[in-house]
């Protein structure tokens, strides 16, 4: 790739965005106008200052409401004949934030790219001493789950992407190479295995007592807590099985039931307390959504009237009734005057429209208790209800917890009332009722589990939402036929131009992938 450069700030890790004492960001940032040699702890603190990582506006408002969610039912778009053409800068944008980021303090536009984050980091790593590298290995297995979440999500939208040889700037000959696209069924295999690799890495790994405060400072989830990553990525690895298991079941199965059944040696995220969450500092680094929600504010009609009917006890958490319909959602026809007039219900106030404080959201508990419960209903190996009544408590409790830990946006037209988490036994009744219960055939007990994971997702997680639409087909989420020259939602996205123009070689090998409608890999529905 022509566009693999050493960008300044991807270069540096900046605590600026987490911390008001503006000496510590100056003792703490790497110039690279003054040194040759980054520090690995301090780059990989830089990788949740990635605006595809923290809550941004950008990417809530090019990526998350403008599309993924839209195309998996949890968000409305203004109808017409141009709904479903995906703008090519808004995923350019993605792709761009993955590979190289963007220079710039303005964490809602800007931020370090992902990849060329570790690619330094790795060059820092290498030219250590071996004493050295021993101290410093683990901000290296902590960011590669950072990396593999990251390019796990860009293979899910592109299908294969350069990975091994990209950002080849940042490798330690500083030489540019053009990157060959990585299959993306390979990549896949190699994310799963690694991840495995780094389970059982932090499994003895320890934190040499001279850089246990630096670790708790530049691990922006978990303070330094290796059993915590563990979790996290066991977790990922059980998402990425789960994800390749209608085209691999074999292999996702016994990779699995492995895992599944040896819980000390593959701990999972088991509680809302263990979720993977990138918290803000509400007066430097703020989720300032308030246009994007104003922009993109209508309920869609399927969801809220799925939850509505079955009296949820989520939809004080995630709506704001209209004062003249009540709990009424856009329907999925509905025209450009139907959309302007409004009418509908609108995302809560506090917890989504005025909340600095919406955390970025890389793994809940409640999505392992679902991936849980489709592995028992499918291959008998657990109770499945048991684990699906446990992911459905687990999600009401997170989003009244996002609720309960709102900052307020200053200039907010009103004071909310704090919401109280419902009690276990509402939410019980909840679970328990005819409609939601885990009551059915297993095929019928699959569209439950599937369509209350694609609930937990909501906006929060709107990619994960719309990649397992995808995969399961599920829930039935009703899309109106445009009557444009994209008449229904894509299943990929189109490389950036650039690829074409600079990586010609590389491209020309995967250009007849280089579809809106060509399938990503796991996708077999």
Sequence with gaps: MKKLFINASLLVLLVAGFSSCKQRIEDDYNNPE???????????????LNERI??????????????????????TILPGSTMYMTST????????????GTEGTDYNYNGPGILNNYREMQTAFNLLSTEE????????????VI?????????????????????????????IEFAAYDDAKSLYDTLITNLDKINT????????????????????????????????????????????????????KTEVTTMLSNPNTYPLISANAQDA??????????????DVFSGFRWAPKYLIDFMTTNSDPRTEAFWDADTTNGFKGFPYNGTENDYTNGGYASYDSATFFYNYNLPGVLFTAAEVSFLQAEAYERWGLGTSSSAYNTGISQSVEFFYMLNQKASIRTGAPTKWTTLVTPSAADIAFYYNSSNIALNGTPAQNLVKIYTQKWENF???????????YRRTGYPQIPMVTSTGVQANPPVRFLYPSNEALYNTTNYNAVRSKDTRDTKIFWDVN
């Design 133 to 144: 590298q021993a101290k410093q290995l683990v901000y290296l297995k902590l960011a590669e």
């Design 54 to 75: 923290h809550p941004s506006y950008w990417d809530y408002y090019t990526y998350i409401m403008s599309i993924t969610a839209p195309y998996s039912g949890l968000a």
């Design 147 to 175: 990396v593999y979440d990251q390019t796990a999500q860009m293979i899910d939208v592109y299908g294969d992407i350069p990975f091994t040889k990209a950002n080849s700037l940042n490798s330690s000959n500083r030489t």
């Design 458 to 468: 909501f906006v929060m997680q709107a990619p994960q939402a719309w990649a397992e």
């Design 277 to 290: 969450l990138v918290w803000n500092s509400p007066t430097n680094l703020k989720s300032d959504l308030l």
């Design 34 to 48: 003054k040194t040759t040699v980054g520090n690995p702890g301090k780059l990989f603190t830089g990788m949740f």
């Design 89 to 100: 800068s808004y995923t350019d944008n993605r792709w761009r934030d993955y590979y190289n």
């Design 201 to 252: 890495y932090l499994t003895t790994a320890t934190v040499a007592a001279t850089e246990a405060g630096n670790l708790r400072i530049y691990d922006r989830v978990y303070a330094g807590d290796l059993t915590m990553w563990r979790r996290y990525a066991n977790s990922l690895r059980l998402r990425l099985l789960m994800r390749i298991s209608n085209v691999n079941e074999g292999t996702a």
